[in-house]
Nanobody
Framework: QVQLVESGGGLVQPGGSLRLSCAASGTIFSINDMGWYRQAPGKERELVAVIQSDDSTNYADSVKGRFSISRDIIKKSVYLQMNSLKSEDTAVYYC???????????WGKGIMVTVSS
């Protein structure tokens, strides 16, 4: 009964900022890596950012230096701060929290981010 709900998306001007949040409900037995993906129309889903169990982070080259991922284990939440947004950042963003102990891979329904003048 785990569900992930994203929030914080919307329309923003180029150069602007947004902060995405993803909150999990239900029981996650083992929170390890937590990540954000995105998918633009007609394109494959791609990894945007991941925060690992040791708190290290990795980013897609296209967002490096502009995006920052963070998390709150107690709240079972993961966040994505997006700065200096570009038109090519326009996509549906999905949060992902695998539960390795349960052998499950949980995904949010996605939230739209539109960067346009």
């Amino acid at each position: 009964q785990v569900q992930l709900v994203e929030s914080g998306g919307g329309l923003v001007q180029p150069g602007g900022s947004l902060r995405l949040s993803c909150a999990a409900s239900g029981t996650i037995f083992s929170i390890n890596d937590m990540g954000w993906y995105r998918q633009a129309p007609g394109k494959e889903r791609e990894l945007v950012a991941v925060i690992q169990s040791d708190d290290s982070t990795n980013y897609a080259d296209s967002v490096k230096g502009r995006f920052s991922i963070s998390r709150d284990i107690i709240k079972k939440s993961v966040y994505l701060q997006m700065n200096s947004l570009k038109s090519e950042d326009t996509a549906v963003y999905y949060c992902n929290i695998p539960d390795l102990d349960a052998g499950m891979d949980y995904w949010g329904k996605g939230i739209m981010v539109t960067v346009s003048s």
